[in-house]
């Protein structure tokens, strides 16, 4: 089992750019979510994705939307980067309805310049 | 109403000690609580999880205590050995089954050889 994986690993990008972050859920799972950890703090839900559908949203700005895909991977975009972007994006997958543990991948670096 | 508060911010502990992390929250539908470890440049890690149902919950050298009551929970780490040197995340869902968690700010754990 690969467990939750993300790519890439290591991003940098300039203000006002836009990004693409992916998320291979764990097998059998089918719930992705999403949470940007800044440096020295908690991670922060940004959104959650279920049948394809965006099922709730945390306290971020329409800068950040997602996808989802009918095989459960997900992506995470960011529109007109700024500064205060720049953090590790985590994704989490976990099974509704059944265990609700989430596991997390290894995250995406995001550094804005 | 949504935060959940984590202390100590750090806290050193020497080999073969007791590590206590202490996390407290306020909004009585949280019904799963979890404990993440994370390493440097790695996601976060599901440690050990309690519902708020049970007032201790043990697996190995980790201990969670929950006092339903106080709204107050904590991890405890017996045998502390340096590899347990990481960042420790509290977190809690609340009463859905839509998984998002709302983390704690972290605890740094050092463990002294």
């Known amino acids: 089992d690969a467990g939750v994986t993300q790519s890439p690993t290591h991003l940098i990008k300039t203000r006002g750019q836009q990004v693409t972050l992916r998320c291979s859920p764990k097998?059998?799972?089918?719930?992705v979510s999403w949470y940007q950890q800044a440096l020295g703090q908690g991670p922060q839900f940004i959104f959650q994705?279920?049948?394809?559908?965006?099922?709730q949203r945390g306290n971020f700005p329409d800068r950040f939307s997602g996808h989802q895909f009918p095989n459960y991977s997900s992506e995470l975009n960011v529109n007109a980067l700024l500064l205060g972007d720049s953090a590790l994006y985590l994704c989490?997958?976990?099974?509704?309805?059944?265990?609700?543990?989430?596991?997390f991948g290894q995250g995406t670096r995001l550094t804005v310049v | 109403q949504q935060q959940v508060k984590q202390s100590p911010q750090s806290l050193i502990v020497q080999k073969g000690g007791i590590s206590i992390i202490n996390c407290a929250y306020e909004?009585?539908?949280?019904?799963?609580f979890p404990w993440y470890q994370q390493f440097p440049g790695k996601g976060p890690a599901l440690l050990i999880a309690?519902?708020?149902?049970?007032s201790e919950k043990k697996e190995g050298r980790f201990t969670i205590s929950f006092n339903k009551s106080a709204k107050q929970f904590s991890l405890h780490i017996m045998d502390s050995q340096p590899g347990d040197s990481a960042t420790y995340f509290c977190?809690?869902?609340?009463?859905?089954?839509?998984?998002?968690?709302?983390f704690g700010q972290g605890t740094t754990l050092q463990v002294k050889p």
């Open positions: 989490a997958s976990s099974r509704t309805g059944r265990s609700i543990e989430a596991f």
């Open positions: 977190a809690a869902r609340g009463a859905s089954n839509t998984g998002k968690l709302i």
């Open positions: 097998s059998g799972h089918d719930t």
């Open positions: 909004n009585t539908a949280f019904d799963y």
């Open positions: 994705y279920y049948e394809e559908e965006e099922r």
């Open positions: 309690i519902r708020p149902d049970v």
